[in-house]
């Protein structure tokens, strides 16, 4: 089955503009999660999507924002885009969420310059 | 708050030799889970394993084997007969019982050469 889509793949943006990127989750997968890797921070969680409800989020500030469609499909925003927001922004799904992790399946990112 | 250190930054092995990749956690959690994942040069992180708090039997894979050990806190992966192949960034994670908020480690760079 096809896995996890993320789009557009390879983006540039400078310095106070926003970006939206999208994750189509693997067919059936009602979980979407977000996220960011960076060499300095690593892989750090942003936040996670179920039935279309954030469940839990991570210690980033609020320009970063996301949702999750009826399809289950997700998108993550960033508004006023700074320097260190340069980074692969990795999506995640899986069939459950909120109870025991199961396994997660990865996109291969959405890798964002900032300019 | 939990934490995942993976003390080894890179490491750097001849095809065919046995690698082990280090991982010591920290969590207050008495239920918890713990991961590997692979992450080659295409991005996406592959999922090895994952291991509950309660199961600290050792696991083998093919080549590959992981030692979980409570009482130190450590969930160790080892590569018997490496292959080039198995180049890659290597991530060891955890998460609490509910939800899909992995909390990760640095990495671990593996370089396999021929």
């Known amino acids: 089955k096809a896995g996890v889509t993320q789009t557009p793949r390879y983006l540039i943006k400078t310095r106070g503009q926003q970006v939206t990127l999208s994750c189509s989750p693997i067919?059936?997968?009602?979980?979407v999660s977000w996220y960011q890797q960076t060499p300095g921070q690593g892989l750090q969680f942003l936040f996670e999507y179920f039935s279309e409800t954030q469940r839990n989020k991570g210690n980033f500030p609020g320009r970063f924002s996301g949702r999750q469609f009826s399809n289950s499909r997700s998108e993550m925003n960033v508004s006023t885009l700074e320097l260190g927001d340069s980074a692969l922004y990795l999506c995640?799904?899986?069939?459950?969420?909120?109870?025991?992790?199961?396994?997660?399946?990865f996109g291969e990112g959405s890798r964002l310059t900032v300019l | 708050a939990q934490k995942v250190t993976q003390a080894q930054t890179e490491i750097s092995v001849v095809e065919k030799e046995d690698v082990t990749l280090d991982c010591v956690y920290e969590?207050?959690?008495?239920?918890?889970?713990l991961f590997w994942y692979k992450q080659p040069p295409s991005g996406e992180l592959v999922f090895l394993i994952r291991?509950?708090?309660?199961?600290?039997q050792n696991e083998i894979s093919g080549r590959y084997s992981w030692n979980f050990q409570k009482s130190t806190s450590s969930f160790n992966f080892t590569i018997t007969a490496s292959q080039v192949v198995d180049s890659a960034v290597y991530f060891c994670a955890l998460t609490e019982a509910r939800g899909n908020k992995l909390v990760f480690g640095a990495g671990t760079i593996l370089r396999v050469k021929s």
């Open positions: 995640a799904s899986s069939f459950i969420a909120g109870g025991p992790t199961g396994e997660l399946f």
């Open positions: 969590t207050r959690d008495t239920t918890y889970y």
């Open positions: 291991r509950n708090s309660f199961d600290e």
């Open positions: 067919s059936g997968h009602r979980s």
